[in-house]
């Protein structure tokens, strides 16, 4: 596509349920992101895929967090047992290298209720 | 400590008005420097690289200083549009650090 493009753009879900959230990256791009944005925050690392080397995950802030990237192209964010502190804006962003020419979707707005 | 510092602001700012805010990085391996504009609810977007030797774009003029770790920007004659929140990032080979950025209003 154009650009990269995740979903849901909003999801509201309930303290302890599991929800999936979806990027799918600029097509050629090896390079993908997930970062996190707290309200009034900075952008938070979580995880980044580089073809198929192996991920950097250092960023998940905890093992309720997982991320896989299928065939190198589309990605998946995991939360499982969502709590409120999870609350907030799921960016994703591809790169055709890693090092440069980065773009972000329109991330995911998510709230634990 | 944060890898990256910004001064918040806001930057209140007459049309027409020059503005300069700057940040400064923790890691001195940072090797690329951009700054990114994120209006209210949206994405970051590249607003531009940011070379030693400085560079301009336009009304807007990146400079960085790596003896003293600090990155700024400036933007001259400043229009309405260019309200927004400015992200200062340091790049270490693939991973990103960025600043919680810094608001610029600019007023009629």
């Known amino acids: 596509g154009a650009g990269v493009s995740q979903s849901p753009s909003n999801k509201v879900t309930e303290k302890g349920k599991d929800v999936e959230l979806r990027c799918d990256p600029i097509?050629?791009?090896?390079?993908l992101y997930w970062y996190r944005q707290s309200l009034g925050q900075g952008l938070e690392f979580l995880i980044y895929f580089q073809g198929n080397s192996a991920p950097d995950k250092s960023g998940l802030p905890s093992d309720r967090f997982s991320a896989e990237r299928t065939g190198g192209s589309v990605s998946t964010l995991t939360i499982q047992r969502t709590q409120q502190e999870d609350s907030a804006v799921y960016l994703c962003?591809?790169?055709?290298?890693?090092?440069?020419?980065?773009?972000f979707g329109s991330g995911t707005r998510l709230t634990v209720v | 400590r944060k890898e990256v510092e910004q001064d918040p602001g806001p930057f209140n700012v007459p049309e027409g008005a020059t503005v300069a805010f700057n940040c400064t990085y923790s890691?001195?391996?940072?090797?690329?420097f951009f700054w990114y504009r994120q209006d209210c609810r949206k994405e970051p977007k590249l607003l531009m690289s940011?070379?030693?030797s400085g560079n301009e774009d336009g009304r807007f003029t990146a400079q960085l200083n790596r003896a003293s770790q600090y990155i700024s920007l400036l933007i001259r004659d400043s229009k309405l549009s260019d309200s927004a929140t400015y992200l200062c990032v340091a790049s270490n080979d693939y991973k990103l650090s960025f600043g919680a950025g810094t608001t610029v209003t600019v007023r009629a």
């Open positions: 962003a591809s790169s055709p290298s890693g090092n440069y020419g980065y773009t």
């Open positions: 890691n001195s391996a940072s090797q690329s």
């Open positions: 097509s050629g791009h090896t390079a």
């Open positions: 940011v070379y030693s």
